[in-house]
Structures are given as C-alpha cells and as structure tokens.
C-alpha cells in the first residue's frame, strides 16, 4: 500500500482524501501531496489546512491517526528552527512556540500540543491571507 495521499481543502472546509490527484477546480482552496515517510509534509499539510479553514476536528483526527504527538510535533518544531517548550497558562499545560529568528515583538504560538501551536503561530502571521490553490 502507498504513504502517498492526496488532500484537498473543499470551500466547505471539508480535508477531503483522494488516491489519485484531484482536478483544480472552483471548489477546491488547496492540494496537498502527502506522503507519511516524509513527515514534514503531512505537518505542512495540516497546519496550511487549519490556517486555510480546514475543520479542526479533521486536522485533530488525522494527527492523532499519524502519531504527530508531543515527541513528533517537538521533533519537527526543532527541526523547523522553532523553539517549543511546555507552557502553563490559564488554559491549562501546553506549549509555547518561538521561531530562532524571530523578532521580540512577534506573536508566539500556544497550543495544548507542538501542532496546535505552531498551528497558533502560523495564524498570528499573515501568509494565509486570502491563499488559494
């Protein structure tokens, strides 16, 4: 069986599957290719889908279904240039994200999880602005 998969983000929001390449189309935001021996795309992928509108239960579900937990996330974060430590807010435990190069003014991501905060990281910025396929 193939690690390579396709997703697409639908206008509904919906991160939908596909074995096969999905056709460009009015109804499609984005097209990912992601293959699970490379990690780094399928993280790419659903932080890109989340900040795009993708329904977060999807993005949570499929985290959970590839093992992107606190040790992945943490592992991928650092290997990004972010740093990611634990965090206590009022919110709870989590973690609170930092890339190297930032400047101090930036905004942080915090998140229950490495993914959720860089997810909240990627948000604060202004790449996602109006992106499409």
Same mark, same amino acid.
Request: charged share 25%; proline share 5%; aromatic share 10%.
């Given at each position: 069986?193939?690690?390579?998969? %396709? %997703? ?33 795309? &399928? ?6 889908? &989340? ?83």
């Amino acid at each position: 069986m193939s690690s390579i998969f %396709y %997703y697409y983000l639908h206008t509904n929001g919906e991160l939908i599957l596909k074995v096969l390449p999905p056709e460009p189309g009015d109804f499609v935001r984005r097209i990912w290719t992601v293959n699970l021996q490379e990690r780094e795309s &399928a993280y790419i992928m659903l932080v890109e889908a &989340a900040c795009l509108g993708a329904g977060m239960s999807r993005i949570l579900d499929l985290a959970k279904k590839w093992g992107m937990d606190g040790d992945d996330g943490l592992t991928f974060c650092e290997r990004m240039g972010f740093e990611c430590r634990p965090h206590e807010s009022e919110a709870g435990k989590g973690f609170l994200l930092a890339h190297k190069e930032d400047e101090p003014t930036r905004s942080r991501g915090e998140g229950s999880s490495p993914l959720l905060a860089l997810i909240s990281y990627t948000r604060a910025s202004d790449a996602f602005a109006g992106a499409s396929t």
